[in-house]
């Protein structure tokens, strides 16, 4: 669909319109007290707002034309709080600059791949030759406007000036950071992964001087990122949940890892991160062989998973939700909780 199809701000005022304030104050506060601590039972709840149906009709744009224009990229996050809108859900409101997995990535030069337009997927990205990974390790840092990252900032741009033009999606609707995967998620990305696993093996200095370049890029894109959303700086939005800090780093990569090599490859990195900023990591996968040196990490506020029927769970709400630590579980159902404290759990089904 073309753009000129789309009149954004009659979206935008359809949603100004069906925010209901008390409403809206009595979730983000819910949600802000879970992120203190202060939720007295479990797991977590927060309430849901009533049912708001749109007078408009709202299509669909496929992610690949999203993903080509500035505009269409917004509108079809705003599909996302349409249907939240619609359907009555208890989650925060949210946007983000959706562009896929290779934000980080396709600065140091890989090459986006995009899925059939029947997918409607986001696209990824091809993995560097060797020569072409070496070379990384002896380039500068790249710029702000290397790969993704002048169509993160003017979506930046774009909706922090509909914050000001509209004081309820300003107030109500959060801006997620965009997906800066994890240190070693991308490097995986970037090497292919039986390169980058032989490279752990056999070549740990290099292995280390692509973790350090890209974790400094990660910081560079957060610090650009909070500067147009400093609200994001205490309390950040992830995966329909909000939590302590302003990061939500990724881990996928850990499930293929012994501990040995998460102890020597990713937590250094994640720790660098976090203790930066705070906040969150996430997980697909298995990875209560890891969680346990996960959970040791300072400036973690919490854990998201999926999958939990690859995990013993047990171990995981023993490392996590029995220490203070947050774990949200996007997942059909709740594994059993009995014996554990379930007040630091939140279900995202």
């Known amino acids: 669909m073309p753009t000129a199809a789309i009149d954004l701000e009659r979206y935008l005022e359809d949603i100004e319109s069906r925010l209901i304030p008390a409403q809206e104050e009595d979730i983000l506060d819910a949600w802000m007290r879970w992120a203190n601590r202060e939720n007295g039972s479990g797991p977590y709840e927060a309430p849901k707002r009533q049912p708001a149906p749109s007078r408009l009709e709202w299509p669909h744009i496929p992610i690949n034309d999203a993903i080509a224009d500035d505009t269409l990229c917004l509108y079809r996050e705003l599909e996302g709080v349409n249907r939240a809108l619609e359907n009555g859900t208890s989650y925060i409101l949210r946007v983000r600059a959706n562009y896929g997995v290779g934000n980080v990535s396709t600065c140091f030069g890989c090459e986006t791949f995009v899925m059939p337009e029947e997918t409607d997927t986001l696209p990824n990205v091809k993995a560097l030759d060797e020569d072409a990974v070496a070379r990384m390790a002896e380039a500068p840092l790249p710029g702000p406007d290397a790969g993704n990252m002048?169509?993160?900032?003017r979506f930046a741009r774009l909706f922090s000036g509909i914050q000001q033009r509209y004081p309820r999606i300003g107030r109500f609707i959060r801006p997620e950071q965009p997906d800066l995967q994890g240190p070693v998620d991308n490097l995986e990305l970037i090497?292919?992964?039986?390169?980058m696993f032989f490279a752990m093996m056999d070549d740990a200095e290099l292995v280390h001087a692509l973790l350090k370049k890209i974790t400094a890029l990660m910081e560079r894109c957060m610090d650009t990122w909070l500067a147009y959303f400093p609200e994001n700086r205490k309390f950040a939005n992830y995966f329909r949940q909000v939590d302590r800090g302003m990061i939500c780093v990724r881990d996928d990569s850990a499930m293929n890892l012994s501990v040995d090599f998460f102890d020597e490859y990713i937590a250094p990195y994640d720790s660098r991160l976090l203790k930066k900023y705070g906040g969150i990591v996430h997980f697909c996968g298995r990875g209560d062989h890891f969680i346990g040196h996960l959970a040791e990490l300072e400036g973690l506020a919490g854990i998201n998973m999926s999958q939990p029927h690859l995990n013993d769970m047990n171990k995981v709400y023993a490392a996590t939700?029995?220490?203070?630590?947050?774990?949200?579980?996007?997942?059909p159902?709740?594994?059993?909780?009995?014996?554990?404290?379930a007040r630091n759990l939140v279900w995202l089904p």
């Open 150 to 153: 002048p169509a993160i900032e």
């Open 191 to 195: 090497m292919g992964s039986s390169p």
């Open 321 to 331: 939700i029995d220490r203070g630590i947050h774990l949200g579980l996007s997942a």
């Open 333 to 341: 159902k709740i594994p059993d909780t009995k014996g554990h404290d």
